[in-house]
């Protein structure tokens, strides 16, 4: 059974420092994996998806990538600002037609 | 504006009273999906619809009821059999048959039970 990690579970850091954020998977035979951001009390927005056969993806500030053999993925945030400030959560998709498995979510503060 | 628009945002029940939140879209997405957040743990799926008039339960679908008659609804019943119903709870949506399972949220329900 697919178990998704992310830790740790917050994470706190000065303004304008790259940072990392975590999320390990048991189960490497994935179909692809996406990174969301959650502001307090709201929904969840899409940041980044890797295809399984991709090996990293960029938005702006942001590089996700992806390491099946290992059961890892990592979200690369550049010079973080405290709008950055949001819970991010990963989750997996095992196959075409299977749901979507989460993480626990980091949650981020970025101090001014 | 497209989007998702869940409604109401704050929702207080007594203990034994069935509560309808209401989820609906106009991005023309085929699937819906409902999920339930609580602190500490990744969202769980309750159910889905990939088309109108059809559903399937996912992992924690007990004490929880809905219905798809219209592509742009589906609206989740959190019946008074749910044990522990107070929670977050979350509706997303994503263009069936892309196979890429990007989704889109709506703002959330929080339900709190007195």
């Known amino acids: 059974k697919q178990e998704v990690t992310q830790i740790p579970a917050a994470l706190s850091v000065p303004e304008g420092e790259n940072l990392v954020l975590n999320c390990s998977f048991t189960d490497s035979a994935i179909y692809n994996l996406q990174w969301f951001r959650q502001d307090p009390g709201k929904g969840l927005t899409s940041l980044l998806l890797?295809?399984?056969s991709q090996r990293e993806q960029t938005s702006g500030r942001l590089n996700a990538s992806l390491d099946k053999s290992s059961g890892r993925s990592t979200l690369y945030i550049a010079a973080s600002q405290p709008g950055d400030s949001a819970t991010y959560l990963c989750?997996?998709?095992?196959?075409?037609?299977?749901?979507?498995?989460w993480g626990a979510g980091t949650k981020l503060i970025i101090k001014p | 504006d497209g989007g998702i628009t869940q409604s109401p945002k704050y929702l207080f029940r007594k203990e034994g009273q069935n509560v309808t939140l209401s989820c609906e879209q106009n991005?023309?997405?085929?699937?819906m999906y409902w999920y339930r957040q609580d602190p500490g743990q990744g969202l769980r799926l309750i159910y889905y619809?990939?088309?109108?008039?059809?559903?399937q339960k996912g992992d924690i679908a007990e004490g929880y009821s809905v219905s798809r008659e219209k592509k742009e609804s589906f609206p989740l019943t959190v019946t008074s059999a749910q044990k522990n119903p107070t929670a977050f709870y979350l509706c997303?949506?994503?263009?069936?048959?892309?196979?890429?399972?990007?989704?889109?949220f709506g703002e959330g329900s929080r339900l709190t039970v007195l």
């Open positions: 989750a997996v998709k095992m196959d075409s037609n299977y749901q979507l498995i």
């Open positions: 890797i295809q399984s």
């Open positions: 619809s990939q088309i109108v008039n059809d559903f």
């Open positions: 991005l023309n997405h085929d699937a």
């Open positions: 997303a949506s994503s263009p069936y048959g892309t196979n890429t399972g990007e989704l889109f």
